[in-house]
């Protein structure tokens, strides 16, 4: 019986901070040392971290990557290690995995698949490795094997799949499973979307068993570049049975998660499958003294308590958010956070998800610790309680005019208090009346609300910004922008004025969904070890409808009522703008969705709607504050959803379809008479 411990390391690292990164993966090592781990995985590209761009072209970057890789390779003796950074071979850039064992590097392996979708952009920076090539490459005057190698240590061979390896039909794990490999390792750089970790489970439990092996899988951890959020998954399993799994969003630097595999039991079923003899020179052979492990008892992975609940998208959505907030903060070296708090559902959630970043903090790394990571934020080291450091860190204003109501009001302020927030209460009825003055002594008329609706509307929210930037530059603070995705989709914002932000924590979520989580969070919250953590101030803002306050009170404006329901506007956007399909194509659509509800002019009049204001609005998308991407199509020009800032406008689309419209009605007509 040959037993190993062995051990996935998640890493919170960040693009270029090269001491950063180094000490994480550092003292990674050192845990699993002390765990007396043999062999441990770390992430792709951990050593540059994965969101380098163009960086990543880089001659000097390479050349650091190398130094950190050496200086690594220092604190390996007794164990196994597997590292990632980018190398250059033939002035062509390579992502790759280093194996490393007891201080001495045995070689490289180069990815072979590189996504070049979404929010992915691989294949940009590097070149792909053909599969069965091996070469050497010289560093600091030693050679070592690079390309598609697997790793004999004392009988134990070791191959890998990195992260878009696993996730294609024709997976390099086949070919391990024909070199009799033991253990597959897949570093991974995997974003966070919602219920993805179950997609990974499914590869990892199945790449396992199909290829008779023991299988480690681990991934990044935390906003690491500005955008995509890592959520820390990492598992291991062998033969087909899920050994362990890591706990996801934690505040740490690194977690290091353990199993024992045993390496013979596999063997017994790769032996009764029929494979393919491999030829080729991709074998790499090292000696490694593996330690005597005594059996462990019966290990089977359990999920998180919130991950096997009823709530896991409201779940993740809190957790991946706030983590990422946690990151952006920390990383930019900010003091805090300020939002222009409305009162509305918008700049509600904003604020709670700060709030609850502290609260998920806590619950995660305690007070002292947050604090610590936070070091450089004086006037927060003080604060014993989490009401004490949200004051400090969370500033919020509310900038009512003559349009405002006590309703929304009364909801700002109910929530700052319930998290300790500093609230401030300003009236900007002066300051849009100066303005307006001004230009109607210009243009020598009043500006009127008959005339001049969407100016009027719009100078309201402008003049919100120039006070919400000084207070937020006055504490050294990060402007959160509160623009939900529904208005990202049909630029239903004013520049400069409600989008105004250094961070958009919601742009990824539409409002329809938003709705329903703040009712969740004030009513249900997280589930954290058993209890659970509300925002009850929420109550206020989930009895109220979703409206800017732009209009006169009297005409009861609402969003719906300027738009359509949101519901519908989301349904939309996702079979025009996801799934590519024409104007008449979604009217279609919507009339199966919503037969009965809503009738056919009504629905053909929000699809042209949508069209057309999803057209004329891609210049504001390309303006708005950089957001978390929470799923694999969201609306960011700088990831999944490049659009034209001037096109044709869907013209000849939107013809078809209401030349769609006025047959149906012939047909009506000419049904009606006898035809």
């Known amino acids: 019986m040959k037993l190993?411990?062995?051990?996935?390391?998640?890493?919170?690292?960040?693009?270029?901070?090269?001491?950063?990164?180094?000490?994480?993966?550092?003292?990674?090592?050192?845990?699993?040392?002390?765990?007396?781990?043999?062999?441990?995985?770390?992430?792709?590209?951990?050593?540059?971290?994965?969101?380098?761009?163009?960086?990543?072209?880089?001659?000097?970057?390479?050349?650091?990557?190398?130094?950190?890789?050496?200086?690594?390779?220092?604190?390996?003796?007794?164990?196994?290690?597997?590292?990632?950074?980018?190398?250059?071979?033939?002035?062509?850039?390579?992502?790759?995995?280093?194996?490393?064992?007891?201080?001495?590097?045995?070689?490289?392996?180069?990815?072979?698949?590189?996504?070049?979708?979404?929010?992915?952009?691989?294949?940009?920076?590097?070149?792909?490795?053909?599969?069965?090539?091996?070469?050497?490459?010289?560093?600091?005057?030693?050679?070592?094997?690079?390309?598609?190698?697997?790793?004999?240590?004392?009988?134990?061979?070791?191959?890998?799949?990195?992260?878009?390896?696993?996730?294609?039909?024709?997976?390099?794990?086949?070919?391990?499973?024909?070199?009799?490999?033991?253990?597959?390792?897949?570093?991974?750089?995997?974003?966070?979307?919602?219920?993805?970790?179950?997609?990974?489970?499914?590869?990892?439990?199945?790449?396992?068993?199909?290829?008779?092996?023991s299988y480690i899988y681990t991934n990044l951890l935390g906003n690491e570049s500005g955008r995509l959020i890592f959520d820390g998954d990492a598992m291991i399993a062998s033969d087909g049975n899920l050994l362990v799994s890591s706990p996801?969003?934690?505040?740490?630097?690194?977690?290091?998660?353990?199993?024992?595999?045993?390496?013979?039991?596999?063997?017994?079923?790769?032996?009764?499958?029929?494979?393919?003899?491999?030829?080729?020179?991709?074998?790499?052979?090292?000696?490694?003294?593996?330690?005597?492990?005594?059996?462990?008892?019966?290990?089977?992975?359990?999920?998180?308590?919130?991950?096997?609940?009823?709530?896991?998208?409201?779940?993740?959505?809190?957790?991946?958010?706030?983590?990422?907030?946690?990151?952006?903060?920390?990383?930019?070296?900010?003091?805090?956070?300020?939002?222009?708090?409305?009162?509305?559902?918008?700049?509600?959630?904003?604020?709670?998800?700060?709030?609850?970043?502290?609260?998920?903090?806590?619950?995660?790394?305690?007070?002292?610790?947050?604090?610590?990571?936070?070091?450089?934020?004086?006037?927060?080291?003080?604060?014993?309680?989490?009401?004490?450091?949200?004051?400090?860190?969370?500033?919020?204003?509310?900038?009512?005019?003559?349009?405002?109501?006590?309703?929304?009001?009364?909801?700002?302020?109910?929530?700052?208090?319930?998290?300790?927030?500093?609230?401030?209460?300003?009236?900007?009825?002066?300051?849009?009346?100066?303005?307006?003055?001004?230009i109607e002594q210009q243009i020598g008329r009043n500006l009127t609300w008959e005339t001049d609706d969407l100016p009027l509307q719009n100078i309201q929210a402008r003049v919100r910004a120039p006070s919400v930037w000084l207070l937020t530059n006055l504490h050294n603070h990060l402007l959160i922008a509160t623009s939900n995705r529904s208005e990202v989709a049909v630029g239903y914002c004013t520049m400069d004025g409600d989008t105004a932000g250094s961070i958009n924590p919601i742009a990824g979520i539409d409002k329809f969904w938003l709705k329903k989580w703040l009712v969740w969070l004030e009513t249900v919250g997280c589930d954290v070890k058993g209890k659970h953590i509300k925002i009850e101030g929420l109550k206020k803002v989930n009895n109220l409808q979703p409206t800017a306050e732009l209009r006169p009170l009297e005409t009861k404006q609402t969003d719906e009522k300027d738009l359509m329901p949101y519901e519908v506007l989301n349904s939309i956007e996702g079979v025009a703008i996801r799934d590519k399909k024409p104007p008449l194509e979604c009217l279609l659509f919507m009339e199966a969705q919503y037969a009965g509800r809503y009738d056919q002019a009504t629905l053909a009049n929000w699809v042209e709607k949508f069209f057309r204001m999803w057209s004329r609005n891609q210049w504001k998308r390309e303006r708005y504050a950089p957001s978390f991407h929470l799923d694999s199509y969201n609306l960011d020009p700088r990831g999944w959803c490049r659009f034209p800032i001037l096109s044709g406008g869907f013209e000849k689309e939107l013809a078809d379809m209401r030349e769609y419209l006025e047959k149906g009605d012939r047909r009506k007509s000419r049904g009606r008479i006898g035809f």
């Not at 597997?82 to 992502?95: A, C, D, E, Q």
């Not at 930019?332 to 300020?338: L, N, P």
Request: charged share 25%; net charge negative; glycine share 6%.
């Open 248 to 438: 996801r969003f934690g505040y740490a630097d690194f977690y290091v998660t353990s199993a024992v595999i045993d390496v013979e039991a596999p063997k017994v079923n790769h032996s009764q499958v029929k494979s393919p003899i491999t030829q080729g020179n991709w074998k790499v052979q090292s000696l490694f003294d593996f330690p005597e492990i005594k059996p462990v008892a019966l290990q089977t992975a359990e999920l998180e308590k919130f991950e096997r609940g009823g709530f896991l998208k409201e779940e993740e959505f809190a957790r991946a958010v706030s983590l990422a907030l946690f990151d952006y903060l920390r990383k930019s070296r900010s003091q805090g956070f300020t939002v222009s708090l409305s009162g509305g559902a918008d700049s509600c959630a904003c604020v709670a998800l700060c709030g609850l970043m502290i609260r998920l903090a806590d619950e995660s790394i305690g007070l002292e610790a947050f604090k610590k990571k936070l070091s450089f934020i004086k006037k927060i080291q003080d604060c014993t309680t989490v009401e004490e450091i949200a004051e400090k860190m969370i500033h919020s204003i509310y900038q009512g005019t003559e349009n405002s109501s006590s309703d929304t009001y009364e909801s700002a302020e109910s929530l700052a208090k319930n998290i300790g927030a500093t609230f401030y209460n300003v009236n900007i009825n002066g300051l849009v009346e100066t303005y307006k003055d001004l």
């Open 4 to 213: 190993i411990k062995v051990a996935a390391g998640t890493l919170n690292q960040t693009p270029l901070a090269w001491e950063q990164n180094q000490k994480n993966i550092i003292d990674c090592i050192k845990e699993a040392d002390k765990q007396d781990i043999s062999l441990l995985c770390l992430p792709e590209l951990c050593i540059t971290g994965y969101g380098c761009e163009d960086a990543f072209y880089s001659w000097d970057l390479v050349e650091q990557a190398k130094e950190s890789l050496l200086e690594i390779v220092q604190h390996t003796s007794g164990m196994i290690v597997s590292v990632g950074l980018p190398i250059r071979f033939n002035n062509k850039i390579y992502n790759t995995a280093c194996l490393i064992a007891n201080k001495k590097i045995l070689g490289f392996v180069c990815k072979q698949h590189l996504p070049n979708y979404g929010v992915f952009y691989e294949d940009r920076w590097f070149h792909r490795w053909q599969a069965g090539v091996r070469d050497e490459i010289e560093i600091d005057e030693f050679k070592y094997p690079i390309g598609d190698l697997v790793f004999e240590l004392s009988g134990v061979r070791i191959g890998f799949e990195i992260c878009e390896d696993a996730w294609v039909a024709n997976r390099p794990g086949r070919t391990m499973f024909d070199r009799g490999v033991d253990i597959i390792l897949n570093p991974s750089a995997s974003p966070f979307s919602f219920s993805k970790f179950v997609t990974r489970e499914r590869f990892v439990i199945d790449g396992s068993r199909s290829f008779s092996c």
